[in-house]
């Protein structure tokens, strides 16, 4: 029972610290004698601190707890299309060093050894002891086993059945956790993000870049689904019509609204604007670019304008199939997208209400991500506190240092 106790009253911390004993206790229905003990015994360990005091209600105004954030430390690595990531944070997101590199190479030994090197030298940078850290989390672009810690497939890197966990766990001799890339942003949507301090409890986020990817929040919980695909989007055909994919089928989400699919449709029709915003900017630059056509929608282009409303339409249709298969209270975009979400997120609004019949579409809330840029890293972080804050083990956990959590 104690074990147990130890982790809901941490959790309890973390999730709504600064908060009282008193509160705790009302919380958790716990005994007032054994939150006093539990919490000073974390106090003690190091993990818990007092800090000022409350709002009094008549009396001596009450010392709050809330989670030291420098007693441990994370590594979130991100393994992306054509790019690595490296970062190590507190037990608040508090990022300590980051690095991001583009991938050499797509072989696996070799990505390995890019990936090792980088996180060496990361490690070296903070010169912490092996005991400070919890573990390592990988978001992993592609299909993901998290149970076993492989790649089932990864289209970029062409991995098919890889070891991740146990090539890591090797090397580095700390718990590792990984996860499909995109379920890791939405964990830390929940945790650091969009949905922080907010009673969500089942959410779509959804990840546009040269892919198209969801993760799935059910019940506070990651929806894996039966073989790791849930999510898999963007190989979906919506239009049988459609151009050819670059998988071979027609008409997939993704030759519609992914940065490769907006980038060709604007070049296919930049012929017809011959002396447009985006045509000037193009032959400067010489390279058309997702940024630029971003750029040439904040700037108003008419194509780029269009090439946008289409990514609505098309994204509002695949998001409707989504909802009334799963209801989710809220759907957050992640990536560059966000920029222009003034014009694209009433396209996508638009296109849910044509699609969907009216009594069906319920008001499914849609936001932005506030993870930024290195949202893969900062997920794969969480994905390891949410092991660790939600570990039966976490007494064992903070009296060793070392148990997997
Ligand atoms: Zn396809």
């Not at 147990?4 to 309890?12: A, H, Q, V």
């Not at 790791?228 to 055909?237: C, D, P, Q, R, W």
């Not at 003034?342 to 499914?364: A, G, R």
Request: proline share 3%; glycine share 8%.
């Amino acid at each position: 029972m104690k074990r147990t106790n130890y982790s809901i009253i941490l959790k309890m911390i973390r999730d709504y610290g600064p908060i009282s004993r008193a509160e705790v206790a009302n919380k958790t229905g716990l005994t007032a004698a054994s939150i006093t003990n539990i919490s000073q015994e974390l106090i003690e360990k190091g993990f818990v601190v007092e800090i000022g005091s409350g709002q009094s209600s008549g009396g001596r105004p009450p010392i709050l707890l809330k989670i030291r954030s420098n007693a441990k430390y994370i590594i979130g690595l991100a393994i992306r299309p054509g790019l690595l990531d490296v970062m190590i944070s507190d037990l608040d997101l508090n990022i300590l060093v980051v690095e991001r590199e583009k991938v050499n190479h797509i072989d696996y030994e070799r990505v390995f050894q890019q990936l090792e090197s980088m996180l060496n030298k990361a490690l070296d940078e903070v010169q912490l002891k092996q005991s400070e850290y919890i573990g390592i989390g990988v978001a992993m672009h592609g299909i993901v086993d998290p149970t076993k810690g492989i790649s089932l497939f990864a289209p970029y890197y062409h991995w098919r059945n890889r070891e991740i966990k146990s090539k890591l766990q090797d090397k580095f001799n700390l718990p590792v956790f990984v996860e499909n890339d995109v379920n890791c942003m939405a964990i830390g949507e929940k945790w650091f993000g969009a949905l922080k301090g907010r009673q969500v409890n089942s959410s779509i986020t959804i990840n546009i870049e040269n892919g198209v990817g969801a993760g799935i929040i059910l019940k506070n919980t990651i929806y894996q689904g039966a073989n790791f695909i849930a999510g898999e989007l963007g190989h979906v055909v919506i239009n049988p019509e459609g151009e050819t994919c670059n998988c071979g089928k027609k008409g997939c989400l993704e030759t519609y609204i992914s940065f490769d699919g907006i980038i060709r449709y604007v070049k296919n029709n930049l012929i017809h604007q011959p002396a447009s915003i985006l045509q000037k900017k193009y032959s400067v630059s010489g390279e058309l670019t997702i940024d630029l056509i971003i750029e040439s929608v904040l700037a108003g282009d008419e194509l780029c304008l269009a090439a946008l409303k289409r990514v609505g339409k098309y994204l509002g249709i695949s998001l409707s199939h989504l909802i009334v298969t799963i209801n989710p209270m809220v759907i957050v975009l992640e990536g560059k997208l966000n920029q222009v979400k003034d014009i694209l997120f009433p396209e996508i609004k638009k296109s849910i209400n044509e699609t969907l019949l009216k009594d069906l579409n319920v008001d499914c809330e849609l936001l932005s991500s506030q993870l930024g840029e290195y949202s893969s890293a900062k997920g794969a972080i969480t994905l390891v506190l949410k092991k660790f804050f939600n570990s039966k083990n976490l007494l064992t956990f903070i009296n060793s240092g070392s148990v997997a959590v």
